[in-house]
Nanobody
Framework: QVQLVESGGGLVQAGGSLRLSCAAS?????????MAWFRQAPGKEREFAGA????????YYADSVKGRFTISRDNCKNTVYLQMNSLKPEGTAVYYC????????????????WGQGSQVTVSS
């Protein structure tokens, strides 16, 4: 099992940047987990933003964030990051990190472990 805690959210103006962190802890090595980021805007479904393989060698992004968001991980620090640039007001959402030992796709129901979420608010 793994416990996930996000941090780094806040209020930013449109066009600005934020970096979210997701720190993992638990009995199983962090490097065994595929890590993903999702976001949920008010009144909307939770949507996939991107995911990284266990080594960080391959990273996938949703079209909506491609070119603006960057996912990275540091397996020595048990942390995955989401660097968000050129933020838009529609990016206002709670951002969640998720982990799974096997699954690396876009379906939120397939991920076994979730953080509590971090609020990001983008003002226009």
């Amino acid at each position: 099992q793994v416990q996930l805690v996000e941090s780094g959210g806040g209020l930013v103006q449109a066009g600005g940047s934020l970096r979210l962190s997701c720190a993992a802890s638990g009995r199983t090595s962090f490097s065994r987990y595929i890590m993903a980021w999702f976001r949920q805007a008010p009144g909307k479904e939770r949507e996939f933003a991107g995911a990284t393989t266990r080594s960080g060698g391959r990273i996938y992004y949703a079209d909506s964030v491609k070119g603006r968001f960057t996912i990275s991980r540091d397996n020595c620090k048990n942390t995955v990051y989401l660097q968000m640039n050129s933020l838009k007001p529609e990016g206002t959402a709670v951002y969640y990190c998720a982990a799974d030992a096997l699954y690396s796709g876009t379906d939120r129901y397939e991920y076994d472990y979730w953080g509590q979420g971090s609020q990001v608010t983008v003002s226009s």
